[in-house]
């Protein structure tokens, strides 16, 4: 069974930064890949970064919304993954939820594909 846990999120004005963590527990198969879906009210899910846990330099994935701001990476220890957020936009503003799976496939940017959630961190970007 695997469980994920997020935590970091918050308000900031725009302009600012926070950034995100995930801890996964489980299998590590199943969390080969892990990645960050955010969604707001009224609007659809949205995968905005993601990455390769299962090597030494995993390969990241980013939305075209997001690129340039935000960075995911690895802790030192492979079950950890943090979401930079910079220059952040009223636009960021949703529930974070930290995703993994032991597939990945190109509808992740529709936050599809993940077999494991969190239960989501709120971030809320005041303009």
């Known amino acids: 069974q695997v469980q994920l846990v997020e935590s970091g999120g918050g308000s900031v004005q725009a302009g600012g930064s926070l950034r995100l963590s995930c801890a996964a527990s489980?299998?590590?198969?199943?969390?080969?890949?892990m990645g960050w879906v955010r969604q707001a009210p009224g609007k659809e899910r949205e995968g905005v970064a993601a990455?390769?846990?299962?090597?030494?330099?995993?390969?990241?994935y980013y939305a075209d919304s997001v690129k340039g701001r935000f960075t995911i990476s690895q802790g030192n220890a492979k079950n950890t993954v943090y979401l930079q957020m910079n220059s952040l936009k009223p636009d960021d503003s949703a529930m974070y939820y930290c995703?993994?799976?032991?597939?990945?496939?190109?509808?992740?940017?529709?936050?599809?594909?993940?077999?494991?959630w969190g239960q989501g961190t709120q971030v809320t970007v005041s303009s």
């Open positions: 995703a993994a799976g032991a597939q990945f496939t190109a509808g992740w940017v529709r936050g599809h594909g993940f077999a494991y």
């Open positions: 990455i390769y846990t299962g090597g030494y330099n995993g390969n990241s």
């Open positions: 489980g299998n590590s198969y199943s969390t080969s890949y």
